[in-house]
């Protein structure tokens, strides 16, 4: 497996010394002429040294053998630089005698390369386990922090042969925020979503998978969940919020909050992420499914997912040594962008303005924010799709990290086409400082959001002393005001998970807004109550917040959580707060608090307060307002 070096800003070269005279008389008198199209080989294109593709012919032992020692590497590299993509070309891996068995780290994306999920197979499992986090790697295991992994496009016959009766009894996905499952289709065994081998069950904290066919699942201690566009075999338990959309075998909600399921028939609108494949003639492609309208059940059941493929010879594919220049040319020209696993400094903004482009991560390709830069916009123009993105705040302030559209009255666009965001994850703090006013700013109607994760981190590597003065050196430093900032109408957002902002994780100004799935940890950090009191003297800011001035919203299976670990004392008034109009209506609701802080209410003064008198003891609202 080909290695990586460790991400370095880029340097220019300032000048020249000999000649420079002559090289300067030059430059005026010739105009600038921008560099030609780079060119891409359909067969084998360049995806840098960060992306490793096997065949079938691939000798079984170094696949295993490379991929264990991925594993290793990116097991415990929640804060590294390190991104990573694995792709394996359509065949079979694995036997009956001889199965596959690999696990999944950090900033690793797994994929198959067939048109359809079943033209690879795996044989074997393809896994997370709980992460130990102390005594040596031996104890505190959890999968609360496993975060950042990607598998998509493949199969799994599920055989553990040579573990043991625990492990042997379903393949493992014991994972939390920001990880996808898309594409997956999975016999053999149940799947189970925590780790019930390693130190027995512990808690994991939210997933997502869509458009995947699944056996027996066991949620267990899974906290939240989202299932989108799927089909299930049967599901059991669930910790506080499990939500089912467009998922064929879902389980009965008629009995929530217990168990603690939220179950829609249909998907009102949805568009799978865009997925690399190669063709019968061994072109490599890029399939851009098409948008769906009230969905359920898989894409790929009755043969190619409906959409457009576009050739990889229409796409610019970037590594962190590009340019922003030389990325915003390419698209100025018409390309469509990958790109390729590793960390970019951004110091001016990516811009993605037309209509139906494709801008594609591998790998969790990450955008850092350099100087105050804002790292992305797209603009107002339809059918754009971002997908596997990571953009992560920089040491110097931004006002925004994402905006799609201009201010609020910019080029209305249809429902028929959205700009759509997959897998796409903000950062503020975590490996290094960061800054920024808000993460996510959506001004355009008719935006899809298919499953974010917003978070201001509540841990990291950035030095701060432990306990109490280093919260409030967090709280002080890694500064992000909000979360997400939604102005535009007819916005869907199916899987939004928005953590631990310093006044609006998710302000809502829309009208007919859309939400499926919305998880949300308040700001662990606040030093004192004057920190998390609003100015008219509210105490505390909801997690979910709906302008006074909308008339119709909808939310469906959502949770608000409260640690307030640097100063237990602090109280905040409502989880969520909303007009009270009667287009406003809020479905299987619910605040919790996880040992340290108050929520009075849940929603608008109702609902009963979560504190350390129930610790863990979900406060559930079933609709509201009441019917």
């Given at each position: ?12 070269l300032?000048?020249v ?194 458009d ?24 059991s ?46 072109r ?79 790998g ?20 754009i ?40 994850y ?31 981190g509540?841990?990291?590597?950035e ?71 609003q ?31 640097n ?22 609701i619910?605040?919790?608090n ?34």
């Open positions: 497996m080909t290695s990586h070096s460790p991400h370095r800003p880029r340097t220019r300032a000048a010394v000999t000649g420079a005279a002559l090289i300067a008389g030059a430059l005026m008198a010739t105009p600038a002429v921008a560099a030609p199209p780079r060119a891409v080989d359909p067969f084998d294109p360049d995806f840098g040294p960060n992306v490793t593709i096997y065949s079938p012919n691939t000798p079984q032992s170094q696949i295993q053998t490379e991929l264990d020692a991925l594993h290793t590497q990116q097991v415990n590299a929640e804060m590294s630089t390190e991104r990573r993509a694995v792709y394996f070309l359509p065949g079979q891996y694995g036997s009956t005698a001889d199965p596959l068995q690999f696990n999944v780290g950090y900033y690793t994306d797994v994929a198959g390369l067939g048109a359809s999920p079943e033209d690879v197979r795996i044989n074997g499992g393809i896994e997370v386990y709980n992460r130990c986090l102390a005594d040596g790697g031996t104890g505190n295991c959890l999968a609360l922090v496993n975060f950042w992994r990607t598998i998509s496009n493949l199969s799994i016959d599920v055989n553990k042969a040579g573990q043991d009766g625990c492990r042997a009894s379903a393949n493992f996905w014991a994972v939390s925020q920001a990880v996808s499952m898309r594409r997956v289709d999975i016999s053999g065994a149940n799947m189970s979503l925590m780790d019930y081998c390693t130190a027995g069950p512990q808690y994991a904290s939210g997933g997502f998978i869509a995947s066919r699944l056996p027996f699942v066991v949620s267990g201690s899974q906290q939240q969940w989202l299932i989108r566009d799927s089909e299930v075999a049967g599901w338990n669930g910790v506080w919020n499990q939500v089912f959309s467009g998922v064929v075998g879902a389980p009965d909600d008629a009995g929530f909050p217990s168990p603690p399921y939220t179950t829609i028939d249909e998907t009102p609108i949805s568009r799978e992420k865009p997925y690399l494949y190669v063709d019968d003639d061994g490599y492609n890029v399939r851009v499914p098409a948008v769906q309208h009230d969905s359920s059940g898989v894409t790929w059941a009755d043969g190619e997912t409906e959409g457009r493929s576009i050739p990889i010879t229409d796409f610019f594919i970037a590594t962190p040594d590009d340019s922003v220049k030389d990325i915003n040319n390419a698209l100025a020209r018409g390309q469509h962008l990958i790109l390729t696993p590793g960390v970019y400094d951004i110091d001016r903004t990516i811009e993605v303005k037309r209509a139906d482009t494709v801008v594609l991560g591998l969790h390709a990450t955008l850092t924010a350099v100087g105050g830069a804002i790292p992305l916009e797209v603009k107002d123009a339809p059918g799709v971002v997908a596997g993105v990571t953009i992560d705040a920089g040491t110097e302030l931004s006002p925004v990290l994402l905006r799609v559209g201009k201010a609020k009255g910019g080029k209305p666009l249809g429902a028929a086409n959205p700009i759509t965001l997959s897998d796409v903000f950062r503020v703090g975590g490996p290094h400082i960061g800054k920024s006013t808000t993460a996510l700013e959506v001004n355009s109607d008719n935006v899809l959001i298919d499953h974010t994760w917003v978070w201001r509540d841990h990291g590597v030095g701060f002393t432990e306990g109490f003065n280093g919260d409030t050196d967090r709280w002080n430093t890694n500064t992000g005001t909000n979360g997400v900032i939604v102005n535009g109408d007819n916005v869907t957002a199916t899987g939004l998970f928005v953590e631990h902002f310093q006044t609006y994780n998710t302000l809502w100004k829309g009208e007919n807004g859309r939400v499926i799935l919305y998880q949300n940890e308040l700001p662990y950090d606040p030093p004192t109550q004057a920190d998390w009191t100015p008219d003297g509210t105490l505390g800011y909801p997690g979910y917040v709906v302008d006074k001035k909308v008339k119709k919203h909808r939310l469906d299976g959502a949770g608000v959580y409260v640690f307030n670990q100063n237990p004392s602090i109280i905040t008034a409502n989880g969520f707060s909303v007009p009270e109009a009667p287009g406003v209506q809020l479905h299987h619910m605040t919790v996880l040992s340290a802080g108050t929520i009075q209410h849940v929603v608008n003064g109702v609902g009963g307060q979560a504190d350390n008198t129930n610790t863990g003891v979900p406060q559930y609202i079933v609709d509201y307002p009441t019917p």
